[in-house]
C-alpha cells in the first residue's frame, strides 16, 4: 500500500530562494545574454548577432588562455587529489594530535585569495624571498617574474598549498566514516597494508572524492586572484588564465560585447563539466 | 528594465526557454517522468534530463558551428531542433 502524500504546495516554501536566485544570478546571465548578441555604445546599441561569438572562438589569445587553462586545473587535480589521500591518511585517528593537525590544515583554507598570492609573492621573491632567495643560494636559477615555468611551478605550488587541505579534510571525513568492523576482517584475512587502502578505504572514499575533484576543479578553473597577485599574468601571457583574459577584455578594454559572448562559453563550460560531475556522482550512488 | 539592454531576438529566446520550463513542469505534472535507458550511453535518464542534455549538447554544436563555418546559424538551428526532438523522443 503507497503511503506516501504529495503536497505540491510545499513548493511555494522554495519561492524566497528562486527569488533571490533570480535577482543574483538569473536577471544578469539574461543581461549577459543580451549583451552578447549587441555592441553596446553609451546610449545606443546595434544588434550584431553571432559576430561576437565568431570572433572570439577564433581568437588565438582566448584559445590559448582556454588550453592553459585547462592545463593547470588538470595539473591542480593530479597533485592535490592524492596529495591529499596521503595527509589524510597520514593523520592521527584521534586525541590531541588529530585535533591539532586539523586545525593547521585548516588554516591555509582561511586565508584570502589576494593574500596568498601577496605571500607567495614575496616568498618567491629571488632577492628577499625565503624560498627564491634559498633556491638561488643553493645554484637554482629561479625567477618567476622573467621565467615561464618557473612562474607556472610557482602558481600551482601556491594553489597545492592554498587548497590541499581541503581534498585532504574531505577525505579525512570519508575516512573516519569507514565502520571499524571492515578494518578488523581485513586484519583477520592478513591483508597488507596496500590491500586495506585498495579494497576498502578508496572504495570507502568514492563519494567525497568526487565532491572533492568537482571543487577543485570548479574553483582552479575560475582562479583569478592569486595568479593575477603573483605574476600579474605573465612572464608574457604564460600565467594568464581565463578568467583574467575576461577581465581584461570587460574592464580593461570595455569591449562588452565580446566579454559577454565570451562569459557564456565560460559558463556552458562549467555547467557541462559540473554536470558530468553529478552525473557521475549520481550514477555511481545508484550503483551501490 | 533599460539597463538589462534588451533586444527582440533576446525576448524571443528567453520566451522560448520560459516557455518549455513551464510546459515541462505541467507535463511532469499531468504525467510524471519515469527514468529510462534510451540510446544516450551509461545513464537511465527522465524527461528533464534529456532536455538538459539537448539543450547543452545544441548549445555547443553552435559553438563548434560558429568556430569552424561562417554559413547562417540557422543551418545548426534546425539541426539542434531534430536533434533536441531525436533525444527527448530516444535519448
Redesign the interface.
Known amino acids: 500500500m503507497n503511503l506516501k502524500v504529495k503536497n ?1 504546495k510545499a513548493w511555494f516554501l522554495v519561492l524566497p530562494v528562486l527569488a533571490l536566485v533570480a535577482f543574483s544570478a538569473i ?1 544578469p546571465l ?2 549577459v ?3 552578447s ?2 555592441d ?1 555604445f553609451d546610449n545606443s ?1 546595434v ?1 550584431v ?2 559576430e561576437w ?2 570572433e572570439i ?2 581568437d588565438p589569445r582566448l584559445q590559448s588562455s582556454l588550453i592553459r587553462q585547462f592545463v593547470f586545473s588538470g595539473a591542480v587535480l593530479l597533485v592535490e587529489i592524492p596529495l591529499g589521500i596521503l595527509v589524510a591518511l597520514m593523520m592521527p585517528k584521534s586525541g590531541r594530535m588529530a585535533s591539532l593537525c586539523l586545525v593547521i590544515l585548516a588554516m591555509p583554507l582561511l586565508i584570502p585569495w589576494n593574500v596568498v598570492g601577496t605571500i607567495w609573492q614575496i616568498f618567491g621573491r629571488a632577492d628577499i624571498g625565503l624560498m627564491g632567495a634559498f633556491l638561488n643560494g643553493i645554484g637554482i636559477d629561479y625567477n618567476y617574474a622573467s621565467n615561464p615555468i618557473d612562474a607556472w611551478l610557482t602558481v600551482l605550488l601556491m594553489d597545492v598549498w592554498h587548497w590541499t587541505s581541503l581534498v585532504a579534510l574531505l577525505c579525512y571525513s570519508g575516512l573516519r566514516a569507514i565502520p571499524d568492523a571492515y578494518y578488523q576482517a581485513a586484519k583477520i584475512d592478513q591483508a597488507s597494508a596496500w590491500a586495506v587502502f585498495r579494497y576498502i578505504q578508496l572504495p570507502k572514499l568514492r563519494s567525497v572524492l568526487v565532491i572533492g575533484i568537482l571543487l577543485r576543479f570548479m574553483d582552479s578553473f575560475m582562479i583569478y586572484a592569486e595568479p593575477f597577485v603573483l605574476t600579474g599574468g605573465g612572464p608574457g601571457n604564460s600565467t594568464t588564465f581565463l578568467s583574467q583574459t575576461l577581465t581584461k577584455m570587460a574592464i580593461g578594454q570595455f569591449d562588452l560585447g565580446p566579454a559577454a559572448a565570451f562569459s557564456l ?1 565560460y559558463f ?1 563550460i562549467v ?2 563539466v559540473s ?1 558530468l560531475f553529478f ?1 557521475t556522482i ?2 555511481l550512488d545508484n550503483k551501490k | 528594465m533599460e ?5 527582440l ?2 525576448a524571443i ?2 520566451i522560448g526557454i520560459a516557455t518549455l520550463l513551464i510546459a515541462m513542469t505541467v507535463a511532469e ?1 499531468k504525467h510524471p517522468s519515469v527514468e529510462r535507458k534510451g540510446f544516450l550511453p ?2 537511465a535518464t527522465t524527461r528533464g534530463d534529456r532536455l ?1 542534455i539537448g539543450l ?1 549538447s545544441s ?2 554544436f553552435h ?1 563548434g558551428f ?2 569552424l563555418s ?1 554559413s547562417s ?1 540557422w543551418i545548426p538551428f534546425g539541426i539542434s531542433i531534430l536533434w533536441l526532438i531525436c533525444v527527448l523522443r530516444w535519448g
Not at chain 2, 3 to 7: H, V, Y
Open positions: 505540491n536577471i539574461m543581461t545574454v543580451n549583451y548578441v549587441q553596446i546599441s544588434f548577432g553571432t561569438y565568431r572562438l577564433n562559453v556552458l555547467l557541462l554536470w552525473t549520481t550514477h | 539597463w538589462m539592454a534588451w533586444s531576438v533576446t529566446f528567453f505534472i551509461i545513464i538538459f547543452l548549445a555547443f559553438l560558429l568556430a561562417e546559424v
